[in-house]
């Protein structure tokens, strides 16, 4: 009896565990070397992982390193390289798709330690509030910073335009799709310097706030 009721509870448990369980879980391969590449680095980077402060920092470092390591040979490139033009054009991109998502993650990790609102009660937290407003204000900075990078990045691609590009999975077409939206259709989408500047305001508004000790009535 006591070993059909020790049974009974594994199996529980077993039912448990797999039911909270993703695929992912039982599919996980460990590195076999070194990463090497700038595109191995690249593909590190998770566009739909929670927005959680290490996960977005890991994602930091990941487009960082993808910025300092050597680009793949172009036959392992994203997309179909046969040209020293085609080349270019790929490595422009590439650079500029990476400051692209450095600068969004930047904003996104500010937002993290942004309050929204400065209610009565929050005084008690004044400290900490006006810490993190401090965080907020330095990932804006930098979202800023990699902002113009990318940006020159982008009017560098668009001179390249006319040369023809073939992706592989529509990775390079959505790169392209970003450059025309920033440098030629002026889309509210990838305005991102009026995005940070009105953050950084943002912030230094509600810092002034809590010195003078107002609240949103």
Same mark, same amino acid.
């Given at each position: 009896?006591? /070993?059909?009721?020790?049974?009974?509870?594994?199996?529980?448990?077993?039912?448990?565990?797999?039911?909270?369980s $993703?695929?992912?879980?039982?599919?996980?391969?460990?590195?076999?070397r070194?990463?090497? #590449?700038?595109?191995?680095?690249?593909?590190?980077?998770? !566009?739909?992982?929670?927005?959680?402060?290490?996960?977005?920092?890991?994602?930091?470092?990941?487009?960082?390193?993808?910025?300092?390591?050597?680009?793949a040979?172009?036959?392992?490139?994203?997309?179909?390289?046969?040209?020293? $033009?085609?080349?270019?054009?790929?490595?422009?991109l590439?650079?500029?798709?990476?400051?692209?998502?450095?600068?969004d993650?930047?904003?996104?990790?500010?937002?993290?330690?942004?309050?929204?609102?400065?209610?009565?009660?929050?005084?008690?937290?004044?400290?900490?509030?006006?810490?993190?407003?401090?965080?907020?204000?330095?990932? #804006?900075?930098?979202?800023?910073?990699?902002?113009?990078?990318?940006?020159?990045?982008?009017?560098?691609?668009?001179?390249?335009? $006319? /040369?023809?590009?073939?992706?592989?999975?529509?990775?390079? $077409? @959505?790169?392209?799709?970003?450059?025309? @939206?920033?440098?030629?259709?002026?889309?509210?989408?990838?305005?991102?310097?009026?995005?940070?500047? !009105?953050? /950084?305001?943002?912030?230094?508004? @509600?810092?002034?706030?809590?010195?003078?000790?107002?609240?949103?009535?």
């Open positions: 009896m006591r /070993i059909k009721s020790v049974f009974f509870i594994f199996f529980i448990l077993f039912l448990f565990i797999d039911a909270r $993703d695929l992912e879980d039982y599919t996980y391969v460990p590195l076999r070194k990463l090497k #590449y700038a595109e191995e680095f690249y593909s590190l980077f998770r !566009e739909n992982f929670k927005r959680g402060t290490d996960n977005l920092n890991a994602n930091v470092f990941w487009l960082l390193h993808a910025l300092e390591y050597p680009f040979p172009p036959q392992l490139a994203l997309a179909k390289i046969e040209t020293p $033009d085609q080349w270019e054009k790929y490595k422009t590439f650079r500029f798709q990476v400051y692209y998502l450095i600068t993650t930047y904003l996104r990790l500010g937002e993290r330690y942004e309050k929204p609102n400065i209610l009565f009660f929050n005084y008690t937290f004044k400290k900490e509030i006006l810490e993190g407003f401090e965080i907020a204000k330095v990932y #804006y900075n930098r979202a800023k910073f990699y902002w113009e990078k990318a940006k020159k990045l982008a009017y560098d691609a668009w001179e390249l335009r $006319d /040369i023809d590009l073939y992706s592989i999975d529509g990775e390079t $077409d @959505k790169w392209m799709d970003r450059v025309y @939206k920033l440098v030629y259709s002026r889309d509210q989408e990838m305005n991102y310097d009026k995005e940070i500047k !009105e953050r /950084i305001e943002e912030v230094d508004y @509600k810092i002034k706030m809590l010195n003078r000790g107002e609240y949103k009535k």
